[in-house]
T-cell receptor, first 113, second 113 residues
Framework: NAGVTQTPKFQVLKTGQSMTLQCAQD?????MSWYRQDPGMGLRLIHY???????DQGEVPNGYNVSRSTTEDFPLRLLSAAPSQTSVYFC????????????FGQGTRLTVV | SQELEQSPQSLIVQEGKNLTINCTSS?????LYWYKQKYGEGLIFLMM?????EEKSHEKITAKLDEKKQQSSLHITASQPSHAGIYLC?????????????FGPGTRLSVLP
């Protein structure tokens, strides 16, 4: 099994550009989530989904959109990139929530200039 | 997160030495989770503790949960360079809106050969 696959691994954007970070899992997990990791701030939840067609906001949702049209995929969209969105982004999936074993992708390192 | 604190922030040990990392919650614990992050990579699940007094081991890593103190300790015996990385504890708080699973700030471990 591939587990959780994130693409791209690295990305540089100009302020105002939009892009989509891809996340796919092949474990048939219902729960998927997006985190950003920043020095001194730790991991912060952006958005999460408890199943196909259901999404909800986490701690830091502003500037990001998500959708969950299939169980496997949970893309994260940056609508208009800002330097404050420079971060490392992680996608995670688990069977029923993060209070069960979670599997993380390798991360996407995003720089907004 | 403000709910979870870890100590120490960083640790440098000589190969073969034992070490302990602590995680303390400011709120009632419903479960405590340990993850390891290798530099530049995603998180890997180590173990989950759900009952007071519970102790689990995986290879040379042992974690204990003290429910009364709302604290968990992660102990590594005879450390090896492969143990190097960032260790994060995580906890589930069902009453938190928007982020009911939070991570601690992490402890950065370096093991000198």
């Amino acid at each position: 099994n591939a587990g959780v696959t994130q693409t791209p691994k690295f990305q540089v954007l100009k302020t105002g550009q939009s892009m989509t970070l891809q996340c796919a899992q092949d474990m048939n997990h219902e729960y998927m989530s997006w985190y950003r990791q920043d020095p001194g701030m730790g991991l912060r939840l952006i958005h999460y989904s408890v199943g196909a067609g259901i999404t909800d906001q986490g701690e830091v949702p502003n500037g990001y959109n998500v959708s969950r049209s299939t169980t496997e995929d949970f893309p994260l969209r940056l609508l208009s990139a800002a330097p404050s969105q420079t971060s490392v982004y992680f996608c995670a999936s688990s069977y029923s929530g993060l209070n069960t074993e979670a599997f993380f992708g390798q991360g996407t390192r995003l720089t907004v200039v | 997160s403000q709910e979870l604190e870890q100590s120490p922030q960083s640790l440098i040990v000589q190969e073969g030495k034992n070490l302990t990392i602590n995680c303390t919650s400011s709120k009632t614990l419903y479960g405590l989770y340990w993850y390891k992050q290798k530099y530049g990579e995603g998180l890997i699940f180590l173990m989950m503790l759900q009952k007071g007094g519970e102790e689990k081991s995986h290879e040379k890593i042992t974690a204990k949960l003290d429910e009364k103190k709302q604290q968990s300790s992660l102990h590594i015996t005879a450390s090896q360079p492969s143990h190097a990385g960032i260790y994060l504890c995580g906890a589930y708080y069902p009453d938190n809106y928007g982020q009911n699973f939070v991570f601690g700030p992490g402890t950065r471990l370096s093991v000198l050969p």
